[in-house]
């Protein structure tokens, strides 16, 4: 059983930036695949990034790549997605996800336990 909780939302401007972290309880940390996904009003979860186990391997969605960057601390049992050049269709409620295959999956059904989201709302 994993628990995460995720931080670091916020109102910023276009252009702004955030750093969202995630920490998840529990000593099995390290065994699992960390994603980021996002769901705004009206809107499936759709997935954002992904780090495998070991931080070898990202994963991104194409609205993520050269913007945002998945990062984790084993030690800190802590996963982190920086945002840059944020943009207005950035506005979402965030959740951080725990995959125990390990693997950095783009499915949200891949992943077993969720964060109860930070919203991340963007103005013009």
């Known amino acids: 059983q994993v628990q995460l909780v995720e931080s670091g939302g916020g109102l910023v401007q276009a252009g702004g930036s955030l750093r969202l972290s995630c920490v998840a309880s529990?000593?099995?940390?390290?065994?699992?695949?960390m994603g980021w996904f996002r769901q705004a009003p009206g809107k499936e979860r759709e997935f954002v990034a992904a780090?495998?186990?070991?931080?070898?391997?990202?994963n991104y969605a194409d609205s993520a790549k050269g913007r945002f960057t998945i990062s984790r601390d084993n030690a800190k049992n802590t996963v982190y997605l920086q945002m840059n050049s944020l943009k207005p269709e950035d506005t979402a409620v965030y959740y951080c996800a725990a995959d125990p295959s390990g693997i950095s999956y783009r499915s949200k059904y891949e992943y077993d336990y969720w964060g109860q989201g930070t919203q991340v709302t963007v103005s013009s």
């Open positions: 780090v495998s186990r070991s931080a070898g391997s990202t």
């Open positions: 529990g000593r099995t940390f390290s065994r699992y695949a």
